[in-house]
């Protein structure tokens, strides 16, 4: 009976494990796992450091002066502006292949990738246009006009936007004003007038737009009621990431030559005094990820290298050589190895879906037939044991017959 159950307990243990294959959460690469940073702008195109190693381990050559970067969500595919051929591509992570290109006017320089609608949204300052582009395939889906040139891109998931849309809203940084527009539709939702002059975007979760400003300040935006409130000034900030397990907001700061480390400015809540920390560096930084368990921190550095931070210890661990004048950094997981282009990579998520369907479906069913001949040899064995307390109850009841005398 103890193998019985035992079996059983390591089926109904199984079964757990499989059933958390669907709930396992995405990885966000825009700052996120780990495993690899991408340099844009490195020797050659865009470095790849692997952050084990601690060294660049491949180069992906990308023409065209590439200035910013994002990753899908499982870190198959790099999305690369590149400037000068007003064009942006879709690069397979794993082989360093170009999937598609699309043409985009005014020299783009900023890209963010909305992974719940598939879609990249492309800018730069040459242009008062938002190109939104199918990041399966590099079709245009629509053009945004905005109302001036386009000095910073971020999206917010604010579950509030268009009526029956994806309740995510676009914010676009122009000359002197913030536009605020669905991710969707491209329709305008709001403008924010900052005369101060809006720059790199930033936006964690939470209800606050964090935006870097020609003036050399950082104001914090609050998503709902608009309401601006000064952070920090005195620098020349660059594009800003986050920690998402803390709310810390990392800005770099070419002219101190350091990252500011910001307090998670909260609606509703007295604005925190600013900054927490800053992190000193011997160079200028261009571009600062955050791994999202919170440990790691790169920035990427004007000569060439790229520092990598113990963030909990706020201590220097390395410094990566990547050559070229590094513009962007992102961090992200090991591509999948099979899946090189989108056709192939959604082949491999149905398998992969069909797979684990599966796999939950036996996890069912063997515990349902391990049960049943468990309880067929439970019932067997107590109709046996049943059947010799009979037996011995009848021997004991059974009256005692003297032997006969025949003398």
Not at 379 to 396: I, K, L
Request: hydrophobic share 40%; glycine share 10%; charged share 15%.
């Amino acid at each position: 009976m103890y193998k019985y159950t035992h079996h059983l307990l390591i089926v109904f243990a199984l079964l757990a494990l499989g059933s958390m294959i669907f709930m396992v959460p995405a990885a966000h690469a825009d700052g996120g796992a780990p495993n690899l940073a991408y340099v844009a702008g490195a020797s050659g195109g865009v470095g790849v450091v692997d952050v084990q190693q601690q060294k660049v381990t491949s180069t992906i050559k990308v023409a065209g002066d590439p200035h910013m970067v994002a990753l899908s969500q499982d870190g198959r595919f790099l999305y690369v502006t590149q400037p000068q051929l007003n064009q942006v591509s879709i690069i397979a992570a794993k082989t360093g292949d170009t999937v598609c290109s699309a043409k985009v006017p005014g020299a783009p320089t900023l890209l963010i990738f909305d992974p719940n609608v598939q879609s990249l949204y492309v800018g730069g300052s040459q242009s008062s246009t938002v190109t939104v582009i199918d990041a399966t395939k590099c079709t245009i889906k629509r053009r945004i006009e905005t109302a001036g040139t386009v000095y910073g891109l971020a999206y917010a998931a604010v579950g509030s936007a268009v009526s029956g849309k994806s309740g995510e809203q676009l914010w676009v940084s122009n000359e002197k004003a913030l536009s605020v527009y669905d991710d969707v539709s491209g329709q305008s939702l709001a403008t924010v007038a900052l005369p101060q002059g809006p720059r790199y975007l930033s936006i964690p979760p939470g209800t606050t737009v964090y935006a870097t400003t020609n003036e050399n300040s950082v104001l914090a935006i609050d998503i709902s009621t608009h309401k601006i409130s000064p952070l920090i000034k005195g620098g020349t900030y660059g594009p800003m990431d986050f920690d998402e397990t803390t709310g810390e907001v990392y800005v770099p700061d070419s002219t101190n030559n350091q990252l500011v480390v910001l307090n998670p400015a909260n609606a509703g809540f007295v604005i925190p005094k600013e900054p927490n920390h800053v992190l000193k560096l011997d160079v200028a930084p261009r571009s600062v990820a955050i791994t999202n368990d919170g440990q790691l921190g790169f920035a990427a550095l004007s000569n060439g290298k790229v520092a990598m931070y113990d963030i909990p210890g706020r201590q220097l661990a390395a410094t990566i050589s990547t050559g070229g004048m590094p513009q962007f950094i992102i961090t992200g997981l090991y591509p999948p190895t099979f899946g090189t282009t989108p056709a192939q990579a959604s082949l491999v998520d149905k398998f992969g879906n069909i797979l684990g369907y599966v796999i939950v479906i036996v996890l069912l069913i063997v515990p349902f037939i391990l049960f049943r001949r468990y309880a067929k040899v439970r019932n067997a064995v107590h109709a046996n044991q049943q059947a010799e307390g009979q037996s011995e109850q009848s021997h004991e009841d059974s009256p005692l017959v003297p032997p006969s005398d025949e003398r």
